[in-house]
Nanobody, 127 residues
Framework: QVQLVESGGGLVQAGGSLRLSCAAS????????MGWFRQAPGKEREFVAA????????SYADSVKGRFTVSRDNAKNTVYLQMNSLKPDDTAVYYC????????????????????WGQGTQVTVSS
């Protein structure tokens, strides 16, 4: 498993932007597919975005498509989530997750497919 630490959350007005970062420990970061999930109070954790281990393929939830962009820098062991045009419904704790992958283009979308999780970072969007 890999250790993950998220940062970059905060309070932003509707229409604003935030960039989340997730720093990973270990020397095999390029072997992991990475995902972003979020969990609002009283709701289940839901998929937001994923990126394949070599960064060549991405996947997004319909609710964020066109507004959020996931990227990674394997040299820095970091994955990013650029969030634009934020809405109050985007308010949640955001988690990054990792899973070791053999397939280079895999972008898992289910919580159960990941085995390493960060502690989460709060994103609050005011109306």
């Amino acid at each position: 498993q890999v250790q993950l630490v998220e940062s970059g959350g905060g309070l932003v007005q509707a229409g604003g932007s935030l960039r989340l970062s997730c720093a990973a420990s270990g020397r095999t970061f390029s072997g992991y597919a990475m995902g972003w999930f979020r969990q609002a109070p009283g709701k289940e954790r839901e998929f937001v975005a994923a990126i394949s281990r070599i960064g060549s393929r991405t996947s997004y939830a319909d609710s964020v498509k066109g507004r959020f962009t996931v990227s990674r820098d394997n040299a820095k062991n970091t994955v990013y989530l650029q969030m634009n045009s934020l809405k109050p419904d985007d308010t949640a704790v955001y988690y990054c997750a990792a899973v070791l992958q053999i397939l280079p283009f895999s972008t898992p979308r289910a919580v159960s497919e990941y085995d390493s999780w960060g502690q989460g970072t709060q994103v609050t969007v005011s109306s």
